[in-house]
């Protein structure tokens, strides 16, 4: 049965991508577009409206990207930015939590460390959340920019041979994009990573069940000729067991102009940020990088994202 939130509208959250249709997706895109181009026509959608951002892990772009779309939209935002400063610290159980900020907030984006949290708060809440990161798992909003991202620079979704580089292990950013671009089935993935960061096993047995055309290799230069799209990731620190390991694998990949000139004129390199070492500073100014125009893309995916789970378009 639908569950009713405390609006009086259909509860809905977003926990991974798949939890919208490819038709909705194109509905959010279409809407984000338009955020762009009319962001007047929309800054007071969401006036005395909340957002709640609770963040029981480390995050800049993403917890602001959140602050801003509401801001933008006319709504105000409470929440924290780490577990230490929220009652968790106290030993409160996500569950209870939202059931608090449920009497406060409209809307709660989450973010944290474990796996599955965010759906565990889902459960209990009468505001729709949004899963802002749970561990190495999935990272819908940042697919959802990746995908508002290419779409508007490249026209479409599908049809393209994707790369993706750097932590494929531990970065939940490429398992999220690689779960919703599965659904655009002319796509073709090349994945290049050391062998101790390579894809997850559930990732490669959902590749070759579905006879996804991809494959897996350590050097960036032998495919870079061949790629429509380059998503490069850092090096996931925090999900190491040790220090030694990153140490050793932290500058793996470090894409340089030099090594750029090996790709099309019009491959797009993006990146979900932060950037430790994997793309240097010279590559900025090439037109193919876009990871700071992604930011740009993020917040307006985000206010659409907005705007649609509180039913107020
Ligand atoms: C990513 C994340 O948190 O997973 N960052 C982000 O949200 N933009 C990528 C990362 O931390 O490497």
Do not use: W
């Not at 999935?138 to 790369?163: A, E």
């Not at 998503?231 to 220090?243: D, I």
């Not at 100014?285 to 649609?308: E, H, N, S």
Request: charged share 25%; with cysteine.
């Amino acid at each position: 049965m639908e569950k009713i939130g405390k609006n009086g509208k259909p509860l809905r959250h977003l926990m991974t991508p798949l939890d919208m249709s490819v038709e909705e997706l194109e509905e959010l895109f279409d809407l984000a577009e338009k955020i762009k181009n009319d962001p007047d026509g929309y800054a007071h959608i969401c006036d005395r409206k909340k957002l709640a951002t609770c963040f029981y892990e480390p995050s800049t772009r993403t917890r602001l990207s959140f602050e801003t779309a509401m801001l933008d939209l006319g709504g105000k935002v409470i929440g924290f930015s780490d577990a230490s400063s929220s009652s968790a610290s106290k030993g409160e159980s996500v569950s209870d939590t939202i059931r608090v900020i449920s009497c406060f907030a409209d809307i709660c984006a989450m973010r944290h460390p474990k796996e599955g949290a965010p759906m565990v708060a889902a459960g209990r809440s009468t505001i729709p959340v949004i899963n802002a990161g749970d561990g190495g798992h999935q990272h819908p909003t940042q697919t959802l920019t990746d995908m508002l991202t290419i779409r508007s620079l490249k026209g479409s979704l599908d049809g393209f041979t994707i790369g993706l580089c750097g932590d494929l292990k531990f970065g939940r950013t490429v398992h999220s994009l690689v779960n919703a671009m599965l659904r655009y089935p002319a796509n073709k993935y090349v994945f290049i990573s050391p062998e101790e960061l390579k894809i997850p096993s559930y990732l490669r047995a959902k590749l070759i069940e579905m006879k996804v055309d991809f494959k897996e290799v350590e050097r960036l230069e032998d495919v870079l000729p061949s790629l429509d799209l380059l998503y490069m990731t850092r090096v996931q620190r925090e999900r190491f067991f040790n220090e030694e390991d990153y140490v050793r694998l932290k500058d793996f990949y470090v894409l340089n102009k030099k090594k750029l000139e090996l790709a099309p004129k019009d491959m797009l390199v993006l990146h979900p940020l932060p950037r430790v070492n994997e793309i240097s500073v010279e590559v900025d100014d090439d037109p193919r990088a876009v990871y700071f125009k992604q930011v740009q893309y993020g917040v307006y995916v985000r206010q659409a994202l907005i705007v649609t789970l509180l039913g107020l378009v």
